[in-house]
């Protein structure tokens, strides 16, 4: 079993920025892929950015530009830096990790609220 810790949700005001973190209970070098997804209310639970096995990254088009996924291997964490946030981009944000035999483990989520 692979526990995920997230932290660094919280809230924020327009324009401003946040940096997730998830930190894994094994290690992340050989995984298939982690990656970041959100949850707005009412809504459903959506990719925001991952990175593959090869270090491809991916980005949901309404987060480009602004959102950087990252690794530190050596941590066994995942990151997800989140610049000029919108009101739009509140939601609980979960991290998400695919094992090398293609187990799906989720972290607890952090709310992250964007609101002057």
């Known amino acids: 079993q692979v526990q995920l810790v997230e932290s660094g949700g919280g809230l924020v005001q327009p324009g401003g920025s946040l940096r997730l973190s998830c930190a894994a209970s094994?290690?992340?070098?050989?995984?298939?892929?982690v990656g970041w997804y959100r949850q707005a209310q009412g809504k459903q639970r959506e990719l925001v950015a991952a990175?593959?096995?090869?270090?491809?990254?991916t980005y949901d088009d309404s987060v480009k530009g602004r959102f950087t996924i990252s690794r530190d291997n050596a941590k066994n964490t995942m990151y997800l830096q989140m610049n000029s946030l919108k009101p739009e981009d509140t939601a609980v944000y979960y991290c998400?990790?695919?094992?090398?035999?293609?187990?799906?483990?989720w972290g607890q989520g952090t709310l992250v609220t964007v609101s002057s």
């Open positions: 998400n990790l695919l094992s090398e035999w293609y187990s799906n483990y």
């Open positions: 990175i593959g096995s090869g270090g491809t990254t």
């Open positions: 094994r290690s992340i070098s050989d995984v298939r892929r």
